[in-house]
């Protein structure tokens, strides 16, 4: 079992930044897939960032070239700074990694809450 603890969340003015933060823990041998997910209410999930093992990093449409992903391999732990946040990111922010220990895993974190008022 891998669990997946965030942090970083929490509430800010437009135009500010935030930077989340989510660690992997059990047995992990490697990982495929780092990425963030959102959800605002009363509206579908949706795909922030993804960070494959190799190539491209994908981003949603809405934050691109505001938000950054990046990961600490050795510590499988993945970021996501936000900058130039705006009301319309507010949401519950999860994490999602895939990859292979006991088996395959696809874990997801409990999510964070990021609330930008206006």
């Known amino acids: 079992q891998v669990q997946l603890v965030e942090s970083g969340g929490g509430l800010v003015q437009a135009g500010g930044s935030l930077r989340l933060s989510c660690a992997a823990s059990?047995?992990?041998?490697?990982?495929?897939?780092m990425g963030w997910y959102r959800q605002a209410p009363g509206k579908q999930r949706e795909l922030v960032a993804q960070?494959?093992?190799?190539?491209?990093?994908n981003y949603g449409d809405s934050v691109k070239g505001r938000f950054t992903i990046s990961r600490n391999s050795a510590k499988n732990t993945v970021f996501l700074q936000m900058n130039s946040l705006k009301p319309e990111d507010t949401g519950v922010y999860s994490c999602?990694?895939?990859?292979?220990?006991?088996?395959?895993?696809?874990?997801w974190g409990q999510g964070t809450q990021v609330t930008v008022s206006s």
């Open positions: 999602n990694v895939q990859g292979y220990g006991r088996g395959s895993f696809d874990s």
């Open positions: 059990g047995i992990i041998h490697s990982i495929n897939v």
């Open positions: 960070m494959p093992g190799s190539g491209r990093i």
